[in-house]
């Protein structure tokens, strides 16, 4: 679905196309339109599927620029997340004059936050324990809210923050708009929906984007194009590799960083396309027995491969 197909702000629309969104994700044009009629709804998706935009999209779709009062909330389980979220709903909201979105995070001094909402904050996302603070405080004011969000859901109930949820809630104008975001559906998030959304709320749900095995380390290291032959050097003497795969994006760069390996004494051979197919099962063969110890391939070359006791990719 194009994003033209969801009769947006025409503001809002314009920051989706400077974003460089093309089409809507599946999360994003099948909440969109639900939470833009205002009806409760829980999306069942992952980080990563593009759910931000699919609840921040709404949200300002709702906001009264000209109201400098709190609209909507979002709650999220952690201060990287609350942070994140908030840079995604500012790009969206920036050529909306006069909506102001605040991360409230733990471990933030408490008195910058306060100044800040008292400048007229309409989209707060916030992590629980924070948020309930300044509840207490009077420096949020629920009242007139028109829309919650519980993002990541599942992890909020898995880090104990049940109680703060429904304290915060409990606060909130029972006209609200609930939306919930939540990657599984425990019976905790069952219970907060019973109890606390309209009955006639819709569940979404999308396909998970990546699976990833949860025994593999995901690690990734910000490099300088300059430095990165050298970086991915020195990486992979300070592992104990038992045999890797190295990815290149191009056949180009498959045979370059070979070549410059070949010359670094390390023991690599090249997979790609170009290469003619006997050449590739023999290369293959030496590095399944253990002969070669890198291999380096392009993916569509390395596609289906099956070789058992790779340490490192
Ligand atoms: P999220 O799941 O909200 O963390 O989003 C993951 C990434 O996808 C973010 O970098 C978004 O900016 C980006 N993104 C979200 N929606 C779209 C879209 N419709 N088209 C392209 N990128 C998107």
């Known amino acids: 679905m194009n994003f033209e197909e969801l009769n947006l702000d025409p503001k ?35 980080t990563g599927t593009g759910k931000t935009a699919a609840f921040g999209i709404p949200v300002l779709q709702r906001v009264d620029p000209h ?51 008292k400048g007229g904050v309409q989209v707060v996302i916030g992590t629980p324990g924070r948020v309930i603070d300044h ?35 409990s606060k909130t104008n029972p006209e609200h708009t609930t939306m919930l ?12 929906a019973k109890n606390y959304m309209k009955p006639d709320y819709k569940h979404i749900q999308v396909k998970q984007k990546t699976v990833t095995a949860n025994t593999v380390k995901q690690y990734y290291f910000e490099v300088k194009q300059k430095d990165r032959f050298e970086t991915l050097c020195r990486i992979i003497d ?45 290369t293959l063969k030496k590095f399944k027995e253990g ?6 391939a392009t993916d569509v070359a390395a596609r289906g491969i099956d070789v058992e006791n790779i340490s490192h990719v």
């Open 291 to 296: 002969t070669i110890h890198y291999l380096i």
């Open 12 to 46: 809002i629309m314009r920051a989706v196309t400077e974003m460089g969104f093309e089409q809507a994700s599946p999360i994003q044009a099948k909440s969109i339109p639900i939470a833009m009629e205002g009806k409760d709804m829980i999306g069942q998706a992952q």
């Open 67 to 117: 109201k400098k009062k709190l609209q909507t909330i979002v709650l999220c389980p952690t201060r990287e997340l609350a942070i994140q979220s908030a840079n995604e709903i500012r790009k969206l909201s920036k050529f909306m004059h006069g909506v102001k979105v605040l991360p409230i995070y733990g471990g933030q001094e408490i008195s910058k936050q306060i100044r800040s909402l």
């Open 238 to 282: 300070s592992e104990t590799v038992q045999s890797g795969i190295i990815f290149c994006r191009t056949k180009r760069s498959v045979d370059e960083v070979t070549e410059q390996m070949q010359k670094a004494n390390y023991n690599v051979e090249a997979m790609h396309g170009d290469l003619n197919q006997d050449h590739r099962m023999r």
């Open 135 to 169: 509840i207490r405080r009077h420096t949020l004011k629920l009242g007139e809210l028109e829309t919650i969000v519980l993002d990541e859901a599942d992890e909020m109930l898995n880090m104990g923050f049940v109680e703060d949820i429904e304290t915060i809630i």
């Open 181 to 192: 975001f939540s990657a599984t559906m425990p019976e905790g998030i069952k219970k907060i």
